[in-house]
């Protein structure tokens, strides 16, 4: 194994932008990937129809942090996406985040002001002061008819839980709107990156100070790895430790399983996402690639996203049980010594992606702030 001052394990959004800051302060970076490739759940390619598409479902990136979009544009150029999602509810398709468009469709309603639509609401919703699980927030912001028909099952399907064993932070991800907008996102910046997220780590990663092991599993390696100033660890932190304080108590974490199949048509769906929301479909949602970017193909490429157990963690799933296995093994990741936890995984935490651009620049900045300031001396 190589020397290198800087270690860091998984090559994701924080392993990249980690090492491309220490690679900037003239430090040698070795990553450590066990995939065969870069980019983490962000790694797309360009399949057989001629369709890029992400291996591990899409990714939208929306940012109201100028720093995080100002980074991000050093290492591609980006095109405005606005992302909308519609679900098919009750045979019809509907936007969500709700709004006017949804409740006039599903209700019968004609709604067509603010004022209107804050009514309806109010007569619809349960106000609950701050919520304590994620029914309680979904019943706080829409009522008991829309929490049936586009979150309970959803929310599922997608945890296998339901609403209310999980932290209400899940379901306020989503919000409501009392106005026709039907961006999924509200962010000042929501782009795509030109030629794919797998480009973007190209850009991000392209510096002579670093070296990338593809196929090559840490724990493998692991007594080969030393000599190091700080290592990086993005992978999940119950691995690291070998799962010692989960013996009685797993962590747990929801894997997707994706099917993909061609349809030799122009376009299968009106919109790149489509929520599944009911119990019918086994599925939560069903991504059509060609969208993203306005792609031209003879062929479309679909893929249904099944939520599972089993496979790659993807997601940490937040609840106080959860919670509590994770600080026991946050205890341990503390007491290390130049031993990072970064990222989704490691700090078992649901984010989104410019959080997790964000995190990483701000562990950066915050271990070697004083070496940036005596470099500008
Ligand atoms: N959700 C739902 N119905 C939907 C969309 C989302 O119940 O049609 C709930 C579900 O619990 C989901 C959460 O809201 O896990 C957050 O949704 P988001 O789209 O942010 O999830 P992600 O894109 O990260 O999978």
């Not at 394990?9 to 392993?15: E, L, P, R």
């Not at 306005?294 to 963690?313: A, L, M, N, R």
């Amino acid at each position: 194994m190589k020397n290198a001052d800087i270690v860091i394990i998984g090559a994701g959004i924080s392993g990249a932008v980690l090492a491309e800051r220490y690679a900037q302060l003239g430090k040698k970076v070795l990553i450590i990937e066990k995939r065969d490739h870069i980019a983490g759940n962000c790694y797309d390619y360009i399949d057989e129809n001629g369709i890029l598409v992400s291996k591990y479902g899409a990714h939208l990136f929306h940012t109201n942090e100028e720093d995080v979009w100002e980074y991000v544009n050093q290492f591609a150029n980006w095109y405005p996406w606005e992302h909308k999602v519609i679900a098919q509810v009750d045979g019809q398709l509907v936007p969500i985040p709700v709004n006017i468009t949804t409740v006039n469709k599903l209700f019968g309603t004609n709604i067509t002001t603010e004022p209107e639509m804050k009514n309806w609401l109010d007569e619809n919703r349960l106000p609950i002061d701050a919520p304590k699980d994620g029914r309680e927030a979904a019943l706080n912001k829409v009522g008991q008819v829309l929490y049936e028909k586009m979150f309970r099952h959803y929310t599922k399907k997608q945890w296998d839980k339901y609403p209310e064993e999980l932290d209400a932070s899940v379901l306020d991800r989503i919000p409501v709107r009392t106005n026709y907008d039907d961006r999924y996102f509200s962010d000042k910046h929501q782009a795509l990156p030109v030629g794919g997220y797998t480009k973007l780590f190209e850009g991000i990663l392209n510096h002579p100070n670093i070296e990338v092991l593809l196929n090559t599993d840490y724990f493998d390696v692991k007594d080969e790895v030393t000599g190091y100033d700080k290592l990086f660890y993005t992978g999940p932190v119950d691995r690291y430790f070998e799962f010692k304080h989960s013996l009685t108590e797993k962590l747990e974490y929801r894997s997707i399983n994706f099917v993909s199949e061609t349809v030799d048509a122009e376009f299968y769906q009106e919109n790149s996402v489509v929520n599944y929301p009911g119990e019918e479909v086994g599925f939560t949602r069903i991504i059509e690639y060609k969208h993203f970017g306005g792609q031209k193909s003879d062929k479309t490429t679909i893929v249904k996203e099944y939520t599972t157990d089993v496979g790659d963690p993807y997601y940490p799933v937040p609840n106080p049980k959860n919670q509590h296995i994770y600080e026991k093994y946050k205890a341990e990741a503390d007491a290390l010594i130049d031993v990072y936890f970064v990222g989704r995984l490691a700090n078992y935490k649901y984010f989104n992606m410019d959080q997790a651009f964000k995190n990483a620049l701000e562990l950066f900045y915050s271990l070697e702030n004083e070496v940036i300031a005596g470099q500008s001396k």
